[in-house]
């Protein structure tokens, strides 16, 4: 019984994630909006070692809300690694920041690590950098241009969603 169980996982998951994720689509859990001025806020780049949103400004800034458990962010992960990070990370006018929403180093760090990601991914304890932004619901991403103001946002994960995003992304950084 036990095999049939681990077998039957896998495809709970596949058929449940785009479920779970359109569903988020519709909420409006939104704090911040396209045009708006993106809040601020610092945190720890490495477990030593703060840094600031202002920092980045003269960028084009990519913040990812995920969580370790959350199955919707699996699905997103690869593709940012992939689609964005790899093809802009030595591009000096991006900046990628990925916050594990309520999760510390002590997971950040093994996670990152058993799926090799190469981009860095931070902490967010107690949600304090992803309620400047949001009340609920992940995956998110939130796009701010170089002075600062929000050019997109995203909630759950779609195919057509994050291909928009690439899109926007590739089009700023001409």
Do not use: H
């Not at 689609?83 to 093994?110: T, V």
């Not at 950098?129 to 050019?151: C, F, M």
Request: charged share 30%; proline share 6%.
């Amino acid at each position: 019984m036990k095999n049939y169980i681990k077998k039957l996982l896998p495809l709970l998951f596949l058929f449940l994630a785009p479920i779970c994720s359109k569903a988020q689509l519709t909420d409006t859990s939104d704090l911040t909006k396209v045009g708006d001025t993106a809040p601020t806020f610092d945190f720890d780049i490495a477990k030593d070692k703060k840094a600031s949103l202002n920092d980045y400004k003269g960028k084009i800034i990519m913040i990812n809300f995920f969580a370790t458990w959350c199955p919707p962010c699996a699905l997103e992960l690869p593709r940012v690694q992939k689609e964005i990070w790899e093809k802009y990370k030595d591009n000096p006018k991006f900046a990628l920041l990925i916050f594990g929403r309520d999760e510390g180093w002590d997971k950040m760090l093994p996670f990152k690590e058993k799926n090799k990601y190469t981009f860095l991914m931070l902490p967010d304890v107690g949600k304090k950098i992803y309620s400047k932004y949001a009340t609920q619901y992940i995956p998110r991403n939130v796009l701010i241009d170089e002075n600062g103001k929000i050019i997109y946002q995203s909630m759950g994960y779609s195919e057509e969603e994050f291909n928009s995003m690439v899109k926007l992304i590739a089009k700023k950084l001409k």
